[in-house]
């Protein structure tokens, strides 16, 4: 019987975000005879209908660290392999305090969408690759990936951020444009303000272009205070375009958002010059343009393809001219997202992540 693999996603808890995408393209994929135990938030409401998928609801908000950690040490005493899919240096910290030793090769996987490395990190880095030289560390991009490589850790491999295989769109005829949209949970370094911003502008101008939000919190229901703020300010400015969508979606009708759309991704640059985007490729897989801030790998996606526009300041004056861009050609735009959908498709592929996995 193949080993189980124990997927630990401590805030996965419903269908919205990278997380869901992540695990549900992991789930996909690979031997079905494999056995895959989520580990998620105790309140979570999923819905995986693979036989070898099995739901585990554990963690609490407050004291998931903890738990973490106990589940760490229990899971490293026992057969079967243990992938941490959303990992931050928190976790190799935890991993490195319950083992009883050097980890055993092929036993435990970090995967690390980005890192925000300084001096400190660096140095803990070093001294957790020396103690625990087993540790399979993975990434989507080069960039991430050096960082560890660079302190030490000798199985540190780039492997593609993966993409559910079904999420592609091809339609007959190209879509119309129907709507501006913003996607995911409603994030600050995500660029929200800046689209509640755009909202402003064009309710201030008399424009008429109808605008869909999805104002998801990113996990355990909260809102941090600016974004608090900014839903108040939508809800002040009263354009009469605006639909706001509140309420969690499935996955079919989050898909439904990108069908005629721009997405607007106004993210940081600081934060996302190298992380890849889970909304980027969900939007071109559904023939879905991007607007993105110059300097991310959102934009140099949308520049590799000719799939969107790259605006090199959020002021609404640039956005909107931007967005009216990819409009006055949206027909070109979708048929070349749709491209870079399947393009990315196969270059995403689950299945890398799912072999690497049961190596």
């Not at 805030?11 to 998620?40: M, P, Q």
């Not at 070898?52 to 490293?76: A, E």
């Not at 996302?272 to 996606?301: H, K, N, Y």
């Amino acid at each position: 019987m193949p080993e189980t693999i124990n997927v630990v996603e401590p805030t996965l808890r419903n269908e919205v975000g990278h997380c869901y995408s992540f695990i549900r393209a992991l789930c996909e994929a690979g031997d079905k005879t494999r056995k895959l135990k989520l580990w998620v938030d105790r309140r979570a409401e999923l819905a995986f209908t693979e036989k070898n998928v099995q739901v585990r609801k554990y963690f609490s908000r407050n004291i998931r660290r903890l738990q973490s950690y106990f589940l760490y040490k229990k899971l490293l005493l026992k057969p079967g392999k243990l992938f941490i899919s959303t990992a931050g240096r928190a976790d190799l910290l935890l991993i490195d305090w319950a083992s009883r030793g050097a980890v055993p090769p092929k036993k435990v996987y970090l995967y690390f969408h980005w890192f925000n490395a300084n001096a400190k990190k660096i140095a803990s880095l070093r001294k957790i690759a020396q103690r625990q030289p087993n540790l399979e560390v993975l990434g989507p991009t080069p960039s991430v990936v050096k960082v560890f490589r660079d302190a030490g850790f000798g199985n540190a491999h780039v492997v593609p951020y993966p993409i559910s295989k079904h999420d592609v769109n091809r339609q007959a005829e190209p879509n119309q444009f129907t709507h501006l949209l913003y996607a995911g949970a409603a994030r600050r370094d995500k660029g929200f303000s800046h689209v509640v911003d755009l909202v402003a502008y064009l309710h201030e101008h008399g424009l008429q272009i109808p605008v869909v939000l999805q104002t998801s919190p990113e996990h355990y229901g909260k809102y941090d205070a600016t974004i608090q703020a900014d839903i108040q300010r939508l809800q002040a400015i009263a354009y009469p375009h605006l639909r706001l969508r509140t309420e969690t979606l499935d996955a079919s009708g989050y898909a439904e958002l990108f069908v005629g759309a721009i997405c607007l991704q106004l993210y940081d640059k600081s934060d996302f010059q190298d992380r890849i985007s889970g909304v980027t490729l969900d939007a071109f897989s559904a023939g879905c343009p991007v607007i993105a801030a110059e300097g991310t790998w959102i934009a140099r996606m949308a520049q590799r393809f000719d799939a969107g526009a790259v605006v090199n300041d959020m002021s609404p004056p640039q956005v909107l001219q931007a967005v009216q861009h990819v409009i006055a050609e949206y027909a070109r735009y979708n048929t070349q997202a749709l491209e870079a959908g399947e393009i990315l498709q196969q270059e995403n592929s689950a299945e890398t992540l799912f072999g690497v996995l049961v190596s």
